[in-house]
């Protein structure tokens, strides 16, 4: 259920504007889904299990819980987080991989109107503390994390 649950957001999430009978249309914000890598061999830090999915806990700076995924893709495990991106103020994000080792992340997003779409634009996003690069094209968010 969960997987299905899952896929009817990432299809929701692709068909990114449809068009109405008023030819508006509406683009949800952008996910943020996140491979966490050894900085240096680029492995995946759940694959080699650095870290365990029960260990992880993310929240914003209210300490108001986020809800999260971990999928596994073509042979990594990615952490989704489906529910950010859609406040206007910005945010401060934390995901705490254990005791010890938090990734912490701002997001700051404009929702912008052009004609008659709506649609998110991410106007700052920022990893404290960790190399991190965007890749394309699936817009996975690649954090290099030296843990020696």
């Known amino acids: ?54 260990a992880i806990k993310v929240y914003d700076e209210t300490d108001e819980e986020v809800e999260f995924s971990l999928v596994f893709h073509d042979g990594r495990y990615i952490l989704f987080l489906v529910d950010i991106g859609w406040e206007l103020d910005p945010k401060t994000y934390t995901i705490e991989l254990n005791s010890e080792i938090s990734i912490v992340f701002t997001l700051d997003v404009d929702q912008i109107q052009s004609g008659s779409c709506t649609y998110f634009e991410v106007k700052e996003f920022d990893v404290e503390d960790y190399e991190y690069e965007e890749l394309w094209p699936s817009g996975i968010i690649q954090i290099k994390m030296d843990l020696n």
């Open 1 to 54: 259920m969960k997987r299905l649950l899952q896929l009817t957001l990432v299809l929701f999430i692709a068909i990114s504007c449809e068009l109405k009978k008023d030819d508006s249309c509406f683009s949800p914000p952008r996910q943020f889904n996140f491979d966490l890598v050894d900085a240096t061999s680029l492995e995946n830090l759940f694959v080699n299990e650095t870290f365990t999915e029960s």
